[in-house]
């Protein structure tokens, strides 16, 4: 299905996702020519925020369509949350999205402290929280406090095992369309290229990184690898795979949070991300 047909069904869906409870501030704002919406919630407090990189493999997503989530990341980190819209592919291929991902960042630091800001990324958002993560480094930019990375697109060079063993049992991904998604994403650019699949990376002094992925999940981050990923992050790193009993799949299922048979699971992934924050983050 044309990735524009996609964009007008969601655009449709919208309108029928819950809003956020009452007192919930949401504000739009322009951070440095990048669109993000701020979510606060009442118990929010004003000196921490968690910046979330949503999924949809690159090429689509939206605020609205993540509104009954976001509030609730928010509520368990008592903290702000900042969506932000990056530049999507096909139009804005590799190494748009990185851009924009560290300029938001750029300003966002601007207003809180690094150590009260923690990174929230999920699908393709997780693999770019972990590549924006390198690029922060690299640049000799200060780190946030944490990063959540839930079933990341970690790899587009499309090698894991997970392709194979899982097709047939994970009900929201086709993996016969991963192939022409990581294409119109690359623009090009070499797959393993660490900016775009943070596998192939090196993770050290990286800060705290909690990896949760699906049992059933199509293109899920080897476990091995994931660990070995936190590992070389700094510590206390923690990484969970799975993370969902068989029978879960995608980060999707757990997106409509009170509906589905992981409902349970996805609450308690948001409880994690609140216990597993770092004391800079949660005193």
Known sequence: MPTATVRRRLKRIERFVPRPPAGTLTTVIDASGVNAVRIAVDAARRDRCVLYFHGGAYTIGSAELLQDFTWRIGAAARA??????????????????????????????????????AFVGDSAGGGLALATLYKLRDEGLALPAAVVAVSPWTDLALTGPSLKLNAAVDPMLNVAILPALAKAYLGGADPRNHYASPLYGDASGLPPTLIHVGSDRACRMPGTSSRAFCRRAATPSRASAPSCSSGCEHIHSWLL??????????????KDRAASSPPPLAG
Do not use: K, M, W
């Open 80 to 117: 702000c949350v900042l969506y932000f819209d990056y530049r999507l592919a096909p139009e804005h291929p590799f190494p748009a999205a990185l851009e924009d991902a560290v300029t938001i960042y750029r300003t966002l630091v601007q207003e809180f402290d690094p150590r009260r800001i």
């Open 257 to 270: 949070h009170n509906h589905g048979p992981c409902s349970v699971v996805s609450r308690r992934v948001t």
